[in-house]
């Protein structure tokens, strides 16, 4: 019932231009004709994905020799992968099952996940086979080799040593280990010979090293120590142990396994890499590697050694160091970085588009205006230095531009430093400020998806809530532009402030308020200093508001409009929806309360609209030519809620929308025999959820549209508080086929564009789906006025066509957030999609009507104008040269 | 009983745009309390409170009950006295400062009358206390109830919603509420319509069906063709040897 799909991803341009041609009567036959897809050209053109793994708990190399390039990490986001050692790079991944079922507990060379033996092919990622193992509390485990050939496996369980053959999984011995109450067994190491050992640590004493027959499990010796000694590492017939000491001479012992190590918290500049020979406990020579510390980045946190025999017999080493940002550092004697992967990136929190400044010379301009009048004559002066400046900046990019004409495309470098950043003419390019829940910051570029900036933040809990907010755009020059990172431990609510550039990643020396009491509340006012920064109010648990900043100027402002500020809180743990509004001494009222009894429902999300949301159009125009008014409340808030019954035939998704001012419900459903999870886009006058269909057991979307009728109320302002007249609710429901992680709706600058959902699905791919599919006046009839209005008749299922994944084969895995961001063509709308993976792109809901096409003809443009004046020309001076002689008759 | 109000319901000019669950709706006017309370019902009485202070400080005093009925068919219906002389000052001192004008209704299960005195706690909503007196106390106030029939909001509106600054000189205005009330359940969101769906394209299926089982090509044009050729045969036996032989050498 809709035309073909036009556009076959993955085809050249000149071929589909048939394809288009032959399908254009289909398109005329057809009133709405939605086509949007990657030319094979396209790709990567405008769009970059990044591979992350998350941080490592276990790492491993793939063979004790120089050349080796292969080795494999497993992380906690349950993946296991394979890096190029010499560059870094992703060879290979598994995404293994979120949770506890897929969590890996310790990775050999083949691997191991829980109670699964598994054993993967290291070349290609393959699995091999796959055996179970007994259950019990797994401690370690690892390879034993008898003569270079790796045969069996050692298991450490908490009070057992046991040996499997690797062949099959079955068990050739176990031990019990002796004092298990006391000691705690961490790690198990076979060097190969004819020997197992067994590492024990009594928790701030020693430790105990028991060595076990390989043939029968008799303890051939132990050993205890009153040091702390450290992994093993094995080449040839040399076990050494790396030690990594800090430059502060405080002894500092490294173990893959960080769990018996306390944090250390002191300041380090850098870490010194010793290797200790295990036999004679002696440093060995020449194996000093110094470890620099970024100065904004984390503590090492854990030491991989890559241990081998060079030519000459000694022994060389390479080492990987997992910091507690999660970053991965691959070092090289003596000393040098090989690669770095910032890992942390795996897990992204929530993330902000900025805008560049603009360049040195523009801001100049700009800055002329900003500055107060000093007079006339300076400023004409002032004006035409500026001037000048320009011109000489234009001349510059001339030449620029004309000797890298000269130069063969391949060797000009658009490299992306933090200096030469500014803005480029239709705003495309931004800065990504992106958190993660390790506590790292970062800056990326959001064309080339370089790392331009990082910052760590240090004692961050692990279980913190982050609310990134712009005080301050780069739209003041001279003013920075300024991000406030809200930092919420769960647990106790309190919150810390951090302050900082997003486009360079300093953090402001501005005086940050004291937040003595949990905060429940932030909010971002309109209001604006002298300093152009908006205000940001936190309210603590006795409902006292705090202002940041907290000028005089600021207090002043808020004294004046303290009655026009309201703001909500919502308990979802009591079911409670309550309204405030400030005084005058910034202390507050509760002004209205919504109950949601928690015995019937729980409320699971709250969503408010996009402040930097534009909405062009008042109304839609109808078949009729009436126009019907959308019903813009900047207020509403969208309030989801599941039922406490479970049970599939009485569980219901309930929808309210409440006016965030007055309190008032605005509109009440009820989808029944659903449950969650339920993601929702809340925008423009409408609402599009997406839940779990219990009685057909199939995911559903459902579109909320609110309309104000034919007339409007008060078309000049939309007050809360005059609305007295509850809006017309449409509502239509549709089939979605496929489960969906996250929903987000396409933004542009001035909202003129048709708006397209961008919807992640669990496979990775990123969906835009036109809204227009998503419109509850979709009629059931066809009629003349729904054709006239361009409305697709009703169809209980939606579509997904394939044509319509923005990121093509690109795939993000376990995409957790879409974010976008409005560019400075009206067309363009910049999207973010983050999960384990980061995947920029652009898209362009209407195309790209607002720019000229690639292929479009100058030549015949302009010859054609030039030809047409001067035709003009000519034909004037005829026609006066006959006018003249017509005179003289 | 219920055919009083709802002529009151007929005879209110107020517009109501979309009430979708609207049970029931009743008009009161104050001058009327007590007048058929007494009657039948099975349902009960919750206070209506309501607090305007020049301070802004909450002080919930009493301004009427509401008479609710729970089941298949759930009514309210609300009885409230006139504002006194020393409320209406005081209501119109709260408007000269842009103060609000707040009620309360205390948090009830209409099903359920056991849990009723069992919940605590009240919900609360409010409007400008201008528009209240500049509206001549004519408001409209909503009832909100979940899908097990507890009450989760109310809100109160007034009809104009907007403060002008115009002055209220009659104090009869201002003596009795001309409050209209509503009580709304929550509407059920549509499923994905596949019967009506499958129905129409059955329809359409028919509808195209039919020529496509019509006869093919041969069948369909068998006139044509036999005048065709008949026109055929009776050209070429007319002029046997005209155009015929020219024909085939050119």
Known sequence: MYPPSLVVTFTKKSSVKMAKLTSLFVISLSFFCISEAVFEDQVGKFDWRQQYVGKTLFAHFESNTQSSKKMFVATDKNIFASFNSRTGDLLWRHVDKTGPEGSIDILLLHGQDGRLLRSWDTNIGGLNWEAVLDTGSFQAACFVAIQDTVKLVAVLKKAALSLHYLSNGHQKWVENLPDSDAVQYQAVYSGGEEEVYVLGVVPNSHLTIIAYSLEDGEIIKQVTTLAFLVSFATTGKKTVAAVMTPKNETVMLRHSNPRWLSPLSFPLQACAINLFSVDSGRRLLDTTVLFPLELNGGKPHALYVHAFLKKDDSVGYRVLVQTQDHALTFIQQPGRVVWTREEALADVVTMEMVDLPLTGTQAELEGEFGKKADGLFPMVLKRLSSQVTLLQAWLAHLWKLFYEARKPRGQVKNEVTIETLSRDEFNLQKMMVMVTASGKLFGIDSKSGSILWKHYLENVQPNAAFKLIVQRTTAHFPHPPQCTLLIKDKDTGLATLHVFNPIFGRKSHIALPALPRPILQSLLLPVIDQDYAKVLLLVDDQYKVTAFPSTKNVLQQLQEMASSIFFYLIRSDQGNLSGFRLRKDLSTERIWEVVLPTEVQKIVAVKGKRPNEHVHSQGRVMGDRSVLYKYLNPNLLAVVTESTDTHPERAFVGVFLVDGVTGRIIHEAVQRKARGPVHFVHSENWVVYEYWNTKSRRNEFSVLELFEGTELYNSTVFSSLDRPHLPQVLQQTYIFPSPITTMEATLTEKGITSRHLLVGLPSGAILSLPKMFLDPRRPEVVTEHSREENLIPYAPEMPIRTEWFINYNQTVARVKGIYTAPSGLESTCLVVAYGLDIYQTRVYPSKQFDVLKDDYDYVLISSVLFALFFATMISKRLAQVKLLNRAWR | ?250
């Open chain 2, 1 to 250: 009983m219920a055919s009083v109000p709802r002529s009151f319901l007929l005879l209110s000019i107020i517009p109501t745009i979309l009430i979708l669950c609207a049970d029931f709706a009743c008009c009161n006017t104050g001058r009327k309390t007590g007048d058929g309370l007494d009657t039948d019902f099975s349902g009960f009485s919750v206070p209506l409170e309501h607090s305007f202070q020049v301070d802004d400080v909450s002080r919930f005093r009493m301004r009427g009950a509401l008479q609710l009925r729970g089941g298949r068919e759930t009514s309210v219906s609300l009885s409230q006295s006139q504002l006194s002389e020393e409320d209406r000052n005081t209501l119109k001192e709260v408007a000269a400062v842009d103060g609000l004008y707040k009620i309360r209704v205390p948090r009830v299960s209409l099903t359920d009358r056991q849990t009723e005195r069992q919940m605590d706690g009240y919900l609360t909503a409010f409007v400008r206390a201008c528009s209240l007196v500049e509206s001549h106390l004519s408001d409209v106030i909503t009832l909100h109830t979940d899908v097990s029939g507890y009450l989760i909001g109310v809100s109160i509106v007034t009809i104009p919603g907007a403060c002008r600054g115009t002055e209220v000189e009659d104090e009869v205005d201002l003596e009795a509420f001309n409050t209209t009330l509503t009580i709304i359940a929550p509407t059920n969101a549509p499923q994905p319509e596949t019967a009506l769906f499958i129905e129409r394209m059955d329809i359409e299926h028919e509808k195209r069906g039919k020529p496509q089982e019509q006869k093919s090509f041969f069948a369909k044009y068998w006139y044509l063709i036999l005048g065709g050729a008949i026109f055929l045969m009776a050209s070429s036996s007319a002029q046997p040897s005209a155009g015929g032989a020219e024909e085939q050498q050119s």
